[in-house]
């Protein structure tokens, strides 16, 4: 049971870094973006490539998927996405469903369709026993990762100038230029690591998940359940949402497996007759 739980906080920790930068654009700067996924999977090929092509060690493919996708984010965010912030979210949904499929034409064109498995480094495979639980050393990263992650994140969002910068501009743009606020840069930024994030995510996520050209679609769903659940007030709903829905998740599987791809699905909908605004509501809106 306790590995089960586990194994189901781990899935949930990567389930949040994939989704965490779709709930920042959402949440923050109230923008529908479908294709987050697409930077995902930008991510896991950069991570790909890199480890099984020029042998980079792992930790260094880490940054390297999170700038990747994050300059890809912000050439898009400047060239494409901003002139979408101001129509309607069918507009956004429609734009960023038609990103998503040129990126899975562009990756199976590049990459081939076949799924791409990272090795990891032997260091960080297999699981060690503490107090008779069996903790994959993996996992145990992604945990420790995901635990940094948040608490900077968090902290960056309600304790820095940025932060506030950021959440003025999403309230009122036009007070906060008249207030000497750059917008556009604002945006720009916050955009690019949403990306970015995305990135590391799918790279972390890579040997786990898989990698393929079905990536943004296969797993889009999942990040707008966590989206969905959390609520877009801030990251703490969406982290709690990502933690219950893996442990929900790898415990339906493990228990009752006829049902087991259900039970995430079960979940949503229960929590959100309960709560329909998510686990955490947002107080206003743009």
């Known amino acids: 049971m306790a590995t089960i739980l586990f194994d189901g906080i781990a899935y949930g920790m990567l389930l949040f870094v994939l989704a965490c930068g779709l709930s920042v654009t959402l949440g923050l700067m109230n923008f529908i973006n479908l294709a987050h996924g697409a930077f995902a999977m930008l991510g896991g090929y950069v991570t790909a490539i890199l480890m099984s092509r020029w042998q980079v060690p792992f930790f260094l493919c880490l940054p390297a998927a999170f700038l990747a996708a994050a300059a890809v984010g912000l050439v898009l965010e400047r060239t494409l996405?901003?002139?979408?912030y101001r129509r309607s979210h069918l507009d956004q949904v429609l734009f960023s469903i038609g990103i998503v499929f040129m990126a899975m034409a562009a990756a199976d064109y590049l990459m081939g369709s076949e799924q791409q498995i990272i090795q990891l480094p032997d260091y960080l495979r297999g699981r060690v026993e503490v107090l008779g639980v069996g903790i994959g050393i993996y996992r145990?990263?992604?945990?420790?990762?995901?635990?940094?992650?948040?608490?900077?994140?968090?902290?960056?969002?309600?304790?820095?100038?940025?932060?506030?910068?950021?959440?003025?501009?999403?309230?009122?743009?036009?007070?906060?230029?008249?207030?000497?606020?750059?917008?556009?840069?604002?945006?720009?930024?916050?955009?690019?690591?949403?990306?970015?994030?995305?990135?590391?995510?799918?790279?972390?996520?890579?040997?786990?998940?898989?990698?393929?050209?079905?990536?943004p679609l296969k797993y889009m769903i999942y990040f707008l359940i966590v989206v969905t659940v959390g609520g877009t007030s801030s990251l703490t709903g969406p982290f709690l949402a990502a933690l219950l829905l893996g442990i929900a998740d790898v415990a339906?599987?493990?228990?009752?497996?006829?049902?087991?791809?259900?039970?995430?699905?079960?979940?949503?909908?229960?929590?959100?007759?309960?709560?329909?605004?998510?686990?955490?509501?947002?107080?206003?809106?743009?």
């Open 81 to 84: 996405y901003r002139q979408l």
């Open 140 to 215: 145990a990263l992604i945990i420790i990762i995901c635990s940094v992650l948040v608490l900077a994140l968090q902290g960056v969002l309600a304790y820095t100038r940025f932060g506030s910068r950021l959440r003025a501009a999403v309230d009122d743009p036009r007070a906060a230029r008249g207030l000497g606020i750059r917008v556009d840069t604002v945006f720009a930024a916050t955009f690019a690591v949403g990306s970015g994030l995305a990135g590391l995510g799918g790279a972390l996520g890579a040997e786990i998940l898989g990698v393929d050209p079905t990536f």
């Open 252 to 286: 339906g599987k493990y228990y009752v497996p006829a049902f087991g791809s259900f039970v995430i699905y079960t979940v949503m909908i229960v929590v959100l007759l309960l709560r329909p605004q998510g686990l955490f509501a947002r107080g206003g809106s743009r």
